[in-house]
Each structure stands twice: as structure tokens, then as C-alpha cells.
């Protein structure tokens, strides 16, 4: 049928590579001007050609960035939305323009590289290879089968998208692939001109994560030749980056949560090409990457809290609303948890991490009571009990550090939270870049879904030489262990006739199992789990010589070309690292020798695979896509070499026992007699096709699903993310601060002055605000009867601004303006973070929703929502709190005044040394002077203080206390 129409309307690929041919003509005409062209003539081309682009684009990008640094100082949110909109606009007449003169270079472009790739590389881009590239400049997905040059194919749009300046990515599957392909395509983008730099994982080493290539570096290490270390920064800034989707993924959310905007590593995201495209946008795109860490509370102020909280009484240090649902503490209660502590000011920026465990401790008190909304299990677990229905709730915490508060009040083990701090799916990741292309081998039957979710489309690019591997059917066995005992005897056959084979398996355990059996029978072989990236690639690219057995799990080796015959190169690194030579420092003519003889060897071995018929690949399982079959069975028939093919099945098999359906079961039965003769049946070939497209397609909409629920938070991501960087960016944030100060003293006026005038709680209202702003001790709340909310909030306002400049008069305007800054991302951050944990726990939770006929999705939106709108207003009213309570803070190590306050009295001395020092204490050095009049004068903190008395022998052993 699919034929049919294909015949009908013309296969769309086709027709696309037709249209591409004229092109590969213009190429191919540019040919003997490139031969005549010396070496250094090509950077001075390339020169010329990104000044050519950039000329046309000149005007829109200068606009763009002076609108972008407008936006980042613009703090209305109507204006905000004007310019962003005026922003894509440009954007959009920018890619255009860009896209007209880049089209019209393409040939010279793709002549250039492909005549340098030639001169560095000793490889000519193939036609096809050049058709790759322009699908892939056409920001689509070109299908090319495996081994048919697509790490060659990615460097020509990389080099025509490196001409525009903004950047361009190429993204791997693992560590050892960008690097590798740095270094194996690293001498073509040198003699272009072009700076290419590769980003590995943080992991272990963060010096060893960034590198570019540099011809004349020579590295300590072989595995680094060439790659120069570099900052994170730097190596965004070179023309072309290779590294890791998590990588990349990773950085964009660690950009996103510096303190300092010159942290951030990353520019724009303009351009990517996705290698292995079908792996790293569809079978990983089921997990989203979190950076998650552990709540960095500490027990320890959790029990602080609760056993002052426990002091204090109900009405004189707080107030509870009668609806039990608010405790608000009075300033009583203020001032005897600050004496409690054992500090000044519990509104002090050094202070600002002890509020919640105060607001948290309160709430346990006041609010929660054992037995009604919580049990305490004979394990001494706290235990929720539905408000509704009085089931406990086993599992579920309380947010926000509420739960550690209860188990603290309870005096059980106060257990740690893992939180969400950065989370995103790579779907949307990669849906934020100007434009994404992709390659792989296997595409086709995925087209749908990168059509929906990505916009992109798939061209499949016909193989240079023909395909000449063999397929063989399907072999089906009743039981694994009949199935697995005719496998390896395949293998055993094949291997003695000197023929290489990869076994293909879906576990590490099978892996295992048959490479145990295989030790048994005396069959040499390499198993691979796909652990060790770059040790696994030594062994695979030696899959190909004679005999040669390899055992991979499915992306084990995935990207390394096996050559029939065995890799040279990777044969003599082999033969001098074992003669005990240093590969950096080896003399050049030993490598050539050394070279040449592997060279000659792997001639010989590949005629001899060639006559044993080149690599078997054999499938020990189905798969659940049949993507990553023909994935496995592309390892053979490389560039029209000889190979051939065959899976082995069982109806013991996963797939057959989960998705085959009754017809398997049934077969299972009829069948009878003996397990070692295998099955020819129709009905099982279409059984297991059957059962792929199921589970294919309910794959699919997992990923939909992950997607949909990702979509919400992702626009509150781009709000919060906006925010931050306006925060970051922006030099003066005093009218941001201003604005979101009154917006909160709006909310609250608000809050208390709702219905008829003569229910305004304009008490309360004034308690609120007195303890923000301190009003003058004149003003009664009487003052405000008969007034409209609007005077209100204008006298309101009025008042804290006097505050406001006091604080800044006392802080001077640049500590302000910092002081500014960092209560803002703190309380972003915080909440933000919080906000994530919640949505996580929400999502979780919202499945068990779905049985009341409710669209579990709906939901979720819904609550997303308005637990967006609680998050904005929670940061407005923390950042409120903080700028008007901020004082002058003496210098203090944080750890000190939340590790121990004042406890356990005498002995801790050197705990309670530590203690706040207060700017009218004695000076802890101990010249009897006030600590604002001696130490501090010269910047010392108390420990410094402490420290210099000590060391001039004054200190005597109570001055430090209070
Ligand atoms: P893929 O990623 O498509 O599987 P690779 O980029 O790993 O393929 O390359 C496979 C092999 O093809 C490599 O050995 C490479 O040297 C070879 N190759 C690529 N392009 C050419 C070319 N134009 N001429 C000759 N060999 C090529
Ligand atoms: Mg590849």
C-alpha cells in the first residue's frame, strides 16, 4: 500500500534529493578552483564569507541586542511581553535574511570543505555526503545508514552555520563520541579557520571538561591529543561546540542558577546538530534531567526551633486565626526567639535561613495536631492523615521543611528531602534552538513523532554503494534455552570459519550469561555494556577482524565505525602503547612505520573476512522498537561490504510474553515435541511486528504524556528563568525592588480590607505592617478609618518608603543595591525550588485523581496554575520582609549561628565564642572596647577578632559571650 502511494505521489525524500542534486552539481563545478587554492588561502576565505553573511544580518543584530538589553532592564511585564514580541519578530526577519545568503554560499561553502577534508582528512565527501549535509543545513533529519560518513557529513553545515558567529552545537550520545569527533575532524576546521571546542562531563575532573582543539597543544595524556583545557566559557564561544545532550542540557540549567551573570557559559542556542538523533530525541527523551541535591537544612535547627517555639505561649508571643489556618507571631514573640538564638535581629540578612525554620516550627506548634492530621508510627515515622477520608497516607510528606517541623516537634529522626532544584526535558531543551537538525541510521519509522514534537522532517539519503547485507528471517524458538543453545552454535560455526560476529543482546545479564557459556565452549570474545564509552570503542572498532566475537548490549559501541578487517590506527596505538611508548611523544617515524605494518595486516585480515562474508551481526532478542533492530542489524553491510544478518526469538521472550497476545499463548500450546526444532510460522513473524508497533506507539505517548505535564512548567520556567536574568543583568534594581515591594504591601492592604468597610481588619493590618515597615509610633490604625484602600495603601507606601531610604542610608547605596540582588535570587531560588518539589510530588500524586472521571492532565493544569500564582506572590512578600528588616550585618561565617545556638551552656565554649556578636558587644578580642568601636572598625569578623586577642594574649574567657 505504501508503496503504492509512494508510487503514486513520488516518494517525498526522493523528491527533496532531487531538488538537492542540482546543488551537488554547483559543488562539484567549484572543484578546480578549491584544488588550485593554497592552504592558507582558506582561512581568508572563510573570512570573507562570514563577513559576507554577516554584512547582510549586521542591522537586525545590532537591533535585536540593543532590544535584549532594554528587555533585560525592564521590569513592566506589559512592556516585558511588547519587546519580546518585538524581539522574535526580528528574530525571524534575521533567520530569513541570513537564510537567503547562506543558501547562496552553500556551494562554495560545502566546495571548501570538502576539497580541506581531502587535503587533512584524505577523505572527498561523497556526493550523498554533501546531500546529507544540505538536509541537515535545511534544519531536517537525514537518514543515512551507519558507516556512511555522517561525522564527515555534520562538519559542511557546521561550517556554514559557524559563518553567522552565533554558534553552532553538535550533540553525541556520549563523552567519548564529541571528543573523538573533535579530534578526528579537528585538522578540517583548522585549516579552514574555524575554532572547534568540545564540552565533556563535569564528573569527576571539572579541569578536564572543556577543551579546544589545538594542533600545536600536546597533552600529558594521548586520550587528549591536541585538546587544549580551556574554561566552560571559552569553549561556548568557539565557532563549533561538540559535547553530550547532558551536557548541554546541564549547563543550560546551571546557567540558570548562578548568583553572578558572569558565571553563565552558554550564549545563544541557534544552532544544533543532533548525532544518533533517534536515541538522544526519543529513547532518552523519556527521562528528563534534574539536577536534584539534598535539602540543606540541618536536623539540628529544626530541634532548635521547636524547643523554643514550645516556650512560647498562645495570644502574648503568637496568634493563631480562628480558623486555625494562619499563626502569626507578635513582636513579644520576636524578641524571646531572638534572645533564645542569642541574636540581635531575626530579620538580619546573616539571618534570613532561620525564618522558615521559625514559620515552620509555629506551624507544627500551633496548627498541627498528633492524632488528627498526623499519627506517629511505632517506628517514628509522621505518618499524614487524609483530612477527608482519615486514611494515613504513608509516604507523603508535608513540603517545604513542614514535616521535618512536625518530626522535630515529636522529637523523631528528622529526615532529609531531596529537592528538585533544576529540572528539564530534553524535548524542550532542544525545542529552545533557532534551528535543530539531526542524523542517524534509523529515523523512518519515528518520522511521526519528530514531526509533532520537534518539527522536523526526514529525508532519507541513499546509500553511496549499494547494500548488499543479507537479512536472514527470523529463527523462533518455543523455549530461551532452546533458543540461546542454537545461537551459540551459530556463533561457535561462524567464529571457526574465521568470520567476525556481534551478538547483540537487551541486558547486561544475557550479556553475562552468554559470555560465561561462551568461556565454557572456548570461544575468545569482548563483551561491551555500554559503561566505559571510550574503552568500549578501542574494542569495537576492532570488531571486524577474523573471528573476532563481540557481545553489545544495544547502544554499547554505538557511533564507532567497525571496519572489516580491524582499525589500523587503533592496531599500532595498540602494539607501541604495549612496547611501553608514549603515544604524544612518539617519534614520527616509528608511528608511520608502525602504521604502515597495521595497515598492511588489516588488508590481509579483511580479505579474509571478506571471504568469510564479512560481519555477522546476531540478534539474541527482538527488541520493543523495531528501530533498534535494524539499528543493530546496520553494524553490517557498511558501504556496500558484504554482511549478513539474522535474529533469534523465543516465545519466552519479554516482548512474546507481555505483547504477543493470545495467538502466541495459543501457539505455545498447539506446539509440542522438541524445543530444538525452530518454528516457521507466519503467524509468529506478524505477532512479533505486531507487538512492536504496540509497544512503539505506547511509547510514544509516554513521552506525549511527560511532555504535556513538561509544557506547563515550562512556561513558568521561561517566566522564572526571565526574571533571574533581569536580576542578574540589570545594574540598579532599585525600582524592581520598589515595584515588588509595593505590589506586597498592596496584596496584604488588600487582604485586610475585604467586603464592607466596616468588617476591614485595619488592626491587624497595621500590626502587619508596622512590623515590615515601622511606622512612627503616632499612627494608630484609627488613622486609617474613613479612607479609601487606595489612600491606605498610598500612606502605606509613603512610610515605607522613608524606611526603605533609611535602610539605605544606613547600608550606603552600593551594599543596598547588592543587598538588593541577593534577596531577590535568594528568594526566587528558594521558592522556585520549592515550587518544582511540588509540582513533582502533584504530578505523582494527580494519577490517583484520575479515578474520579477527572482529566488527571486538567487538574494538574490547574493547580500548576495557581500554585504558580502562591509562588510569585511568596517571593513578592519574602523580598518585602527582607528589604525593609535588612540591617548592617557584621561579617559572620553563616555556619556559626545555625550550627548551635547557645545549647548545652558552659562547655561548648567554642560554639558560643562563635555566637553573634552584637555591634554594641564587648569586642571579642578583649580590649574591653565596644566590637563597633575596636575590630569591626577594621573589618575583622568576631573570629578574627577573637583570634588577634589570642594571639596578643587578651582574651579573656567570658568577653565573646554575651
Ligand atoms: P556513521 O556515523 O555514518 O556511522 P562514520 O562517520 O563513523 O559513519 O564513518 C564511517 C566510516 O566511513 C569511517 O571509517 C570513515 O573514515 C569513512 N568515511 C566517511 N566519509 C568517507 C569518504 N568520503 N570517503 C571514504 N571514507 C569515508
Ligand atoms: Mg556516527
Known amino acids: 500500500m505504501l508503496q503504492l502511494l509512494k508510487k503514486l505521489f513520488g516518494d517525498p525524500s526522493a523528491r527533496e534529493i532531487a531538488k538537492l542534486q542540482g546543488l551537488v552539481e554547483s559543488i562539484n563545478a567549484l572543484e578546480p578552483k578549491m584544488q588550485a ?42 512592556e516585558r511581553r511588547h519587546l519580546r514580541q518585538q524581539i ?30 581531502l587535503r587533512r582528512l584524505g577523505l572527498r565527501p561523497f556526493d550523498e555526503q554533501l546531500i546529507g549535509g544540505m538536509v541537515l543545513h535545511r534544519n531536517a533529519i537525514a537518514e543515512m545508514k551507519t558507516g556512511e560518513g555522517k561525522t564527515l557529513v555534520a562538519t559542511l553545515p557546521l561550517y556554514l552555520a559557524a559563518l553567522t558567529g552565533r554558534g553552532a552545537h553538535l550533540v553525541t550520545p556520549n563523552d567519548y563520541l564529541s571528543k573523538y569527533g573533535v579530534q578526528w575532524m579537528g585538522p578540517l576546521y583548522d585549516l579552514l579557520g574555524l575554532q572547534v571546542a568540545v564540552i565533556q562531563s563535569q564528573g569527576q575532573d571539572p579541569s578536564l571538561s572543556s577543551f579546544v582543539y589545538d594542533p600545536a597543544y600536546a597533552a600529558a595524556d594521548d586520550r587528549y591529543h591536541h ?70 537544612e540541618s536536623a539540628d535547627s529544626y530541634r532548635v526551633f521547636a524547643e523554643i517555639v514550645a516556650r512560647l505561649s498562645e495570644g502574648d508571643d503568637y496568634t493563631v486565626d480562628e480558623k486555625r489556618t494562619t499563626v502569626t507571631i507578635t513582636d513579644q514573640g520576636i524578641g524571646r526567639v531572638e534572645r533564645a538564638l542569642g541574636i540581635d535581629n531575626l530579620y538580619d540578612e546573616a539571618n534570613f535561613h532561620l525564618t522558615p525554620y521559625l514559620e515552620n516550627a509555629l506551624k507544627a506548634q500551633a496548627l498541627f495536631a498528633r492524632d488528627r492530621d498526623y499519627v506517629v508510627s511505632d517506628s517514628g515515622e509522621v505518618i499524614i492523615v487524609d483530612g477527608f477520608t482519615g486514611r494515613l497516607m504513608y509516604g507523603r510528606r508535608y513540603s517545604e521543611g513542614l514535616h521535618q517541623a512536625i518530626e522535630a516537634k515529636e522529637g523523631v529522626r528528622v529526615q532529609r528531602e ?31 513523532e519528530f514531526r509533532t514534537i520537534y518539527d522536523l522532517d526526514v529525508v532519507v539519503v541513499p546509500t553511496h554503494r549499494p547494500i548488499i547485507r543479507v537479512d536472514h528471517p527470523d529463527v523462533v524458538y518455543k523455549s530461551a534455552e532452546a533458543k540461546y543453545r542454537a545461537a551459540l552454535q551459530e556463533i561457535q560455526e561462524r567464529h571457526s570459519a574465521g568470520q567476525p560476529v556481534l551478538v547483540g543482546t537487551l541486558a547486561i545479564e544475557t550479556s553475562e550469561m ?12 569482548q563483551v561491551l555494556n555500554a559503561k566505559q564509552h571510550e574503552r568500549e570503542a578501542q574494542v569495537i572498532a576492532q570488531a571486524g577482524q577474523p573471528g573476532a566475537v563481540t557481545i553489545a548490549t544495544n547502544m554499547a559501541g554505538r557511533g564507532v565505525d567497525i571496519l572489516l578487517g580491524g582499525n589500523p590506527e587503533g592496531l599500532a596505538r595498540d602494539r607501541l602503547r604495549r612496547q611501553g611508548i608514549d603515544l604524544e611523544s612518539v617519534d614520527p617515524d616509528v608511528w608511520k612505520t608502525t602504521l604502515i605494518e597495521a595497515e598492511a595486516q588489516c588488508r590481509a585480515d579483511r580479505e579474509k573476512v571478506l571471504q568469510a562474508g564479512g560481519l555477522h551481526v546476531l540478534g539474541t532478542e527482538r527488541y520493543e522498537a523495531r528501530r533498534i533492530d535494524n539499528q543493530l542489524r546496520g553494524r553490517a553491510g557498511r558501504q556496500g561490504d558484504p554482511g549478513s544478518s ?67 512548567v515550562n512556561q513558568q520556567r521561561q517566566v522564572i528563568y526571565d526574571q533571574r536574568r533581569l536580576i542578574l543583568t540589570e545594574v540598579n534594581l532599585r525600582s524592581v525592588a520598589w515595584d515588588i515591594l509595593t505590589e506586597a504591601l498592596e496584596g496584604w492592604t488588600e487582604q485586610f480590607t475585604q467586603g464592607y468597610e466596616e468588617d476591614w481588619q485595619l488592626e491587624e493590618l497595621h500590626q502587619q505592617v508596622d512590623r515590615l515597615v515601622h511606622l512612627p509610633s503616632g499612627h494608630h490604625a484609627q488613622d486609617w478609618e474613613g479612607r479609601s484602600r487606595d489612600q491606605i495603601i498610598a500612606d502605606i507606601c509613603a512610610h515605607a518608603q522613608v524606611t526603605y531610604d533609611a535602610r ?5 547605596a552600593e551594599l543596598m543595591r547588592q543587598v538588593e540582588r541577593m534577596i531577590m535570587l535568594r528568594a526566587i531560588d528558594r521558592h522556585w525550588v520549592t515550587h518544582l518539589t511540588n509540582l513533582d510530588e502533584l504530578r505523582e500524586g494527580i494519577g490517583l485523581r484520575a479515578v474520579g472521571q477527572r482529566n488527571p492532565l486538567v487538574e494538574y493544569k490547574r493547580e500548576a496554575f495557581d500554585a504558580f500564582g502562591d509562588l510569585l506572590d511568596a517571593i ?41 556578636i552584637g555591634r554594641n558587644a564587648p569586642c571579642p578580642c578583649g580590649s574591653g572596647k565596644k566590637y563597633k568601636q575596636c575590630c569591626l572598625l577594621e573589618n575583622l569578623t568576631p573570629e578574627e577578632a577573637l583570634a588577634k586577642g589570642i594571639k596578643e594574649g587578651r582574651v579573656q574567657r567570658q568577653a565573646a559571650r554575651r
Open 808 to 812: 539605605e542610608n544606613e547600608l550606603g
Open 418 to 448: 531531596s529537592l528538585t532544584l533544576a529540572t528539564i526535558t530534553f524535548q524542550n531543551y532542544f525545542r529552545m534552538y533557532r534551528r535543530l537538525a539531526g542524523m542517524t541510521g534509523t529515523a523512518e519509522t519515528e518520522a511521526e
Open 88 to 117: 522574535a519578530d526580528l528574530r525571524d526577519q534575521q533567520d530569513e535574511s541570513e537564510r537567503g545568503v547562506l543558501d547562496e554560499i552553500l556551494p562554495q561553502a560545502f566546495a571548501a570543505v570538502r576539497e580541506c577534508s
Open 37 to 78: 587554492m593554497a592552504d592558507e588561502d582558506f582561512p581568508a576565505m572563510t573570512a570573507r564569507l562570514r563577513q559576507q553573511v554577516q554584512e547582510v544580518t549586521a542591522g537586525l543584530t545590532e537591533q535585536i541586542r540593543a532590544l535584549q538589553a532594554q528587555l533585560d532592564r525592564e521590569a513592566d511585564d506589559d
Open 646 to 712: 539474522r535474529f533469534y526469538v523465543s516465545l519466552e521472550d519479554d516482548l512474546m510474553m507481555r505483547f504477543g497476545g493470545p495467538a502466541v499463548a495459543r501457539l505455545m500450546d498447539r506446539l509440542g515435541a522438541d524445543e530444538d526444532i525452530p518454528i516457521e510460522h507466519d503467524m509468529v513473524t506478524k505477532a512479533i511486528s505486531n507487538a512492536q508497533v504496540r509497544v512503539e506507539g505506547h511509547n510514544f505517548d509516554m513521552r506525549k504524556h511527560l511532555l504535556e505535564y513538561d509544557d506547563v
Open 514 to 525: 552468554l559470555s560465561a557459556r561462551m568461556r565454557r565452549m572456548g570461544i575468545p570474545h
Open 227 to 296: 585538546l587544549r583545557p580551556c574554561a566552560r566559557a571559552e569553549a561556548y564561544l568557539a565557532d563549533i561546540t561538540y559535547g553530550t545532550n547532558h551536557e548541554f542540557g546541564f549547563d543550560y540549567l546551571r546557567d540558570n542558577m548562578v548568583q553572578d551573570i558572569g558565571q553563565c557559559v552558554q550564549r545563544e542556542l541557534y544552532y544544533a546538530i543532533v548525532d544518533e538523533v533517534d536515541n538522544i530525541l526519543i529513547d532518552e527523551a523519556r527521562t528528563p534531567l534534574i539536577i536534584s541535591g539534598e535539602a540543606q
Open 876 to 916: 513578592k512578600s519574602e523580598v518585602a520582609t527582607m528589604l525593609l528588616n535588612v540591617r548592617l550585618a557584621t561579617p559572620q561565617p553563616r555556619p556559626a549561628v545555625r550550627a548551635q545556638p547557645a545549647r548545652d551552656g558552659a562547655d561548648s565554649g567554642e560554639t558560643i565564642h562563635r555566637a553573634k
